[in-house]
């Protein structure tokens, strides 16, 4: 049996929002980068205790970290029986 014939004709609709949810991703991990520099917050330090705008940079790339593994498993569940609708 094939991949494509057990796939929705609109699965890839599913997959440009997985690309999305990928770059996304990326940028958050970008601006933790940028904001480690303005606020001089060093590696292996997580939180600074000076600056909570970095804190709040950090911590919305952290949740977003925590709660992907999830969200990938339940959007590819989703889109096999509804293919339109999970793309957003």
């Given at each position: 049996?094939?991949i494509?014939q057990?796939?929705?004709?609109?699965?890839?609709y599913?997959i440009?929002t997985?690309?999305?949810?990928?770059?996304?991703?990326?940028y958050?991990?970008v601006?933790?980068?940028?904001?480690?520099?303005?606020?001089?917050?060093?590696?292996?330090?997580m939180?600074?205790?000076?600056?909570?705008?970095?804190?709040?940079?950090?911590?919305?790339?952290q949740?977003?970290?925590?709660?992907?593994?999830?969200?990938?498993?339940?959007?590819?569940?989703?889109?096999?029986?509804?293919?339109?609708?999970?793309?957003g």
């Amino acid at each position: 049996m094939e991949i494509l014939q057990v796939l929705p004709a609109n699965f890839a609709y599913v997959i440009f929002t997985y690309l999305y949810s990928w770059i996304m991703l990326c940028y958050l991990g970008v601006k933790v980068g940028a904001a480690r520099k303005k606020y001089d917050v060093k590696y292996p330090t997580m939180y600074s205790d000076k600056e909570q705008v970095f804190n709040c940079i950090q911590r919305a790339h952290q949740n977003t970290l925590e709660v992907y593994p999830q969200w990938l498993v339940f959007q590819t569940i989703a889109a096999l029986a509804y293919p339109i609708l999970p793309r957003g």
